[in-house]
């Protein structure tokens, strides 16, 4: 149990356009998913927590206009990175949770995503 | 700033046990404290979590001192396939929810 999947696991786009990223939880109901950004040989840097149903919480520095969050059901969150452009080339991974209690999250694969 | 600190690097051999520490000096009542490893170009993975004492599963086990300001990732007879990025990671509770802020890891190179 606990799988997250997402999709597309990686994109390549040109400048200007925009790339929409799913995440979803495949065998549990997801109160929270969380979106971070890793860049290569680096840790992974938390951008937004989302709860269903309500606005993400975004993390100083990030910007929310550029990077939209959708979290509509308690499965699946949706991170779209708006007139894409080169430097927003970076791994991007989500995770759930299940249970506030143990803040346990289970991540999901990454979207390898490359912005020409 | 991260919540947790790691050894940056550690190399071991196959076969043999390996032991990496985490400080969480400030930890909360609530923390949990949670294990990930992360392969290249993957998501991390989760590998064991605890309160306090000893946990055991399947891959590893996990041992937290009574004060809570430390805990101990030990891997039995790692193998090739065990060289990846460790992360130790508690809890921050913010407005309710809980979000991991990552530390840079300790990552393992198993050698032949």
């Known amino acids: 149990g606990a799988v997250v999947s997402q999709h597309p696991s990686r994109v390549i786009c040109k400048s200007g356009t925009s790339v929409k990223i799913e995440c979803r939880s495949l065998d549990f109901q997801a109160t929270t998913m969380f979106w971070y950004r890793q860049f290569p040989k680096q840790s992974l840097m938390l951008m937004a927590t989302s709860n269903e149903g309500s606005k993400a919480t975004y993390e100083q520095g990030v910007e929310k206009d550029k990077f939209l969050i959708n979290h509509a059901s308690l499965t699946l969150s949706t991170l779209t990175v708006t007139s894409a452009h080169p430097e927003d080339s970076s791994f991007y991974i989500c995770?759930?949770?299940?249970?506030?209690?143990?803040?346990?999250?289970?991540f999901g694969p990454g979207t390898r995503l490359t912005v020409l | 700033l991260a919540k947790t600190t790691q050894p940056i690097s550690m190399d071991s051999y196959e076969g043999q046990e390996v032991n990496i520490t985490c400080s969480h000096n400030n930890i909360a009542t609530n923390d949990y404290i949670t294990w990930y490893q992360q392969f290249p170009s993957q998501g991390p993975r989760f590998i064991i979590q605890?309160?306090?004492t000893k946990v055991t599963n399947e891959v590893a086990s996990l041992f937290i001192p009574a004060d809570r300001k430390s805990s101990t990732l030990s891997l039995p007879r790692v193998s090739l396939s065990d060289t990846a990025v460790y992360y130790c990671?508690?809890?921050?509770?913010?407005?309710?929810?809980?979000?991991?802020?990552f530390g840079t890891g300790t990552r393992l190179k198993v050698l032949a």
């Open positions: 605890g309160y306090k």
């Open positions: 990671l508690v809890g921050d509770l913010n407005s309710g929810t809980y979000k991991y802020i």
């Open positions: 995770s759930a949770s299940r249970d506030r209690s143990t803040d346990t999250q289970y």
